[in-house]
């Protein structure tokens, strides 16, 4: 059996005791657990593995002896009549004569050399039960993935929601400033139907975003496998590491990325066909014993039991000395599939250098623009505290107080999917290191 996971490295740090059934808020180290516990892609790709490692067996690679056991009784009533054209010998006739019959025979049948082929089958069968392993975790390492992203995709989602909601309360402040300043004869009736309609639009906005809230939530029980109406909450933050090394990186990725070492696997496998396929030209000699027994006993007839046992041994020896060139092609079909293998390496090899570059381009880039984004932040919160104020003294008008809401909200949402794009980065990062499930045990 393929042993589960039961830590995740730097991602899924610790399978919590606690149950969360008691709990409301849900962190991402339990959507990982329940992840792992119950997601379908998970279950199945173990269960494959599983097979990988139940077919790598000695009598599964031809090792072995086979040894069958039959056995038989059969039964007869017959009418017989006799005449002999030599005299002497007087007729006879039988009715209803009852006869038996029973067989039983026992074979062994011991294959002691195919030309090394079970030797190769056998370390073929170890590749492939690697293999299996290998793809395990290469579908536990993406769905680790995919989990991180639904979680915190759920909190940038959560975010939006949050600065609409903060919106609305904002316009529902100018509505009552704009109330105010019409009651005094300083505001105009523009300016409150301005207002008033700035507010359903913003009551609008939140409506739509709590549609991608739900299904943000939708989708991340989905992947737990769970039902999909589950009620939660999730953290607040969205944290990021900070301080992730390219050179570092690419090293571990070139000795730890599941798709390189997939790759490296099926290569093996393809080498190890070509020996196979060789070792049809070798002879082949098998081994082979018996043992017969045989009883008939008859109601009719000369004899009255007829009965036979023994042993039966003896040696088969097979050389393919023509089979229409069909091993030749098989050989040299196996050749162009072990090139195809060692092309697949080098292109999966490229796709990790180039992704890995990629992605940390766009976490350098996320990173830098949190901190643009978060002084961008600081800039526009001090921005509408100071056109209330102004608005409040009637110093600038609906108009502009709507356009410095409208640059809280640009920069709130900037930031926040700046937040969420750097730990995108650096999760996909550390899958393509494969260091975002290095430690399963």
Do not use: C
């Not at 039961?6 to 990982?32: M, R």
């Not at 892609?41 to 599983?50: F, L, M, Q, Y």
């Not at 000695?58 to 039964?75: E, K, M, Q, V």
């Not at 959560?158 to 400033?177: A, F, H, M, N, P």
């Amino acid at each position: 059996m393929i042993i589960r996971p039961a830590v995740l490295g730097s991602v899924l740090l610790l399978i919590l005791s606690s149950s969360l059934s008691a709990q409301d808020t849900l962190s991402v180290e339990e959507a990982l657990s329940i992840g792992l516990e119950n997601n379908y892609s998970i279950r199945i790709a173990g269960n494959d593995a599983d097979i990988a490692d139940n077919n790598f067996t000695l009598g599964n690679a031809g090792f072995l002896p086979t040894i069958t056991a039959t056995g038989s009784r059969s039964y007869s009533i017959q009418d017989s009549k006799q005449e002999f054209a030599q005299g002497g010998i007087p007729n006879n006739t039988t009715e209803n004569a009852k006869s038996n019959t029973t067989n039983a025979n026992a074979s062994l049948n011991w294959t002691i050399f195919d030309g090394l082929r079970m030797f190769t089958t056998y370390e073929r069968l170890n590749e492939l039960k690697a293999l299996g392993e290998e793809q395990f975790r290469l579908t536990l390492e993406n769905t680790v993935a995919s989990i991180i992203g639904a979680y915190y995709n759920i909190i940038r989602q959560q975010k939006i929601y949050d600065v609409l909601e903060s919106t609305v309360e904002v316009s529902e402040q100018r509505i009552s400033i704009a109330e105010t300043r019409k009651d005094l004869g300083s505001g105009s009736e523009y300016d409150l139907l301005q207002a008033r309609a700035d507010l359903n639009a913003d009551k609008a906005a939140v409506i739509r975003q709590e549609v991608q809230l739900n299904s943000a939530k939708v989708l991340l029980n989905e992947l737990l496998s769970r039902d999909i109406g589950t009620e939660f909450s999730v953290m607040q933050s969205i944290p990021v590491e900070e301080d992730l090394e390219f050179n570092d990186l690419l090293q571990k990725a070139m000795q730890n990325n599941k798709g390189l070492t997939v790759a490296r696997i099926n290569q093996r496998v393809a080498g190890l066909e070509i020996k196979e396929l060789q070792g049809e030209r070798l002879p082949e000699v098998d081994l082979n014993a018996g043992f017969n027994y045989s009883r008939n006993e008859s109601g009719a007839g000369f004899l009255e039991l007829n009965q036979s046992d023994g042993f039966n041994y003896g040696v088969t020896a097979r050389l393919n000395i023509f089979d229409g060139f069909n091993t030749g092609r098989q050989i040299e079909n196996a050749k162009i599939r072990h090139k195809n293998s060692e092309l697949a390496f080098e292109d999966q090899k490229l796709q990790v250098e180039a992704g890995m570059s990629s992605e940390f381009k766009s976490y350098l880039n996320s990173l830098e623009l949190v901190k643009l984004e978060s002084e961008n932040l600081i800039y526009a919160e001090q921005s509408l505290e100071i056109a209330l104020e102004r608005f409040k003294l009637g110093t600038i008008n609906s108009i502009e107080l709507r356009e410095v809401q409208r640059t809280l909200i640009s920069a709130e949402s900037r930031l926040i999917q700046a937040q969420f794009e750097a730990k995108l980065a650096e999760t996909e990062l550390q899958r393509i290191s494969g260091s975002l499930t290095q430690n399963v045990q």
